[in-house]
């Protein structure tokens, strides 16, 4: 499989940094850099990848907090993702880190917006764009359906699914989502989550509570 994938543990909320990158060219891209850019830059030097995209699952601080300024330290290359319905999200991540005693977040724009069906390159590898609101309004997965391999933010975890009591959540519509678009992908699709361990499609459909 040329496509590579490593975890770094970013933000107070321990979330899943995904650094991608392609086993042959060592070109790659950073998902959902939420802080702690010391050790994203850290990891991208240990691989020896060359970071040529940034992918922003949804627009959550501990995702998205930490993007406009790795954007900058990496030559302003692009951004992408996630839906538009998190504009409002994006635009309020300084604000937000300060009152949640996170400093150094910053607001982004990202230079393109995902819709449901839209084809991202990333790593050497083609995603399919799947528009999941619930957790937030424009969370987005991104399936690499040849490699048997997604993205899935805060969508769904191992054993549990995103929160949705913000006001702007929806659980039913998270529920829907997981059900018409994620579980269809196959039970041996592999997904990176965006807190605690990767799981499968099958291992979900079988045991997590929130979707029997
Ligand atoms: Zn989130
Ligand atoms: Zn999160």
Redesign the pocket.
């Known amino acids: 499989m040329p496509l590579k994938a490593a975890i770094v543990p970013v933000t107070p909320f321990q979330q899943n940094c995904t650094l991608l990158w392609d086993e042959e060219t060592k070109i790659g891209a950073v998902v959902d850099p939420g802080g702690d850019l010391d050790r994203i830059e850290a990891g991208i030097r240990k691989i020896g990848m060359t970071p040529e995209k940034i992918l922003l699952t949804?627009g959550?601080l501990?995702?998205a907090g930490g993007a406009a300024e790795l954007k900058e330290k990496l030559a302003g290359i692009p951004i992408e993702g996630p839906h538009q319905a998190d504009k409002f999200l994006l635009d309020g991540l300084a604000a937000q880190g300060l009152a949640m005693g996170v400093p150094d977040m910053r607001n982004v724009t990202p230079d393109r917006w995902l819709a449901e069906g839209d084809k991202v390159s990333a790593a050497g590898a083609t995603f399919s764009v799947l528009h999941c609101p619930g957790?937030?309004p424009g969370s987005v997965v991104l399936v690499n359906a040849a490699q048997r391999f997604a993205l899935v933010?805060?969508v769904l975890f191992q054993g549990s699914i995103?929160r949705t009591d913000f006001p702007y959540g929806n659980h039913d519509s998270l529920i829907t989502a997981i059900k018409t678009k994620l579980l269809p992908l196959g039970d041996d699709l592999v997904f990176i989550c965006?807190h605690g361990p990767m799981s499968t499609i099958g291992e979900e459909r079988q045991t997590n509570p929130f979707i029997q």
């Open positions: 949804h959550h501990d995702h957790h937030s933010g805060d995103g965006g």
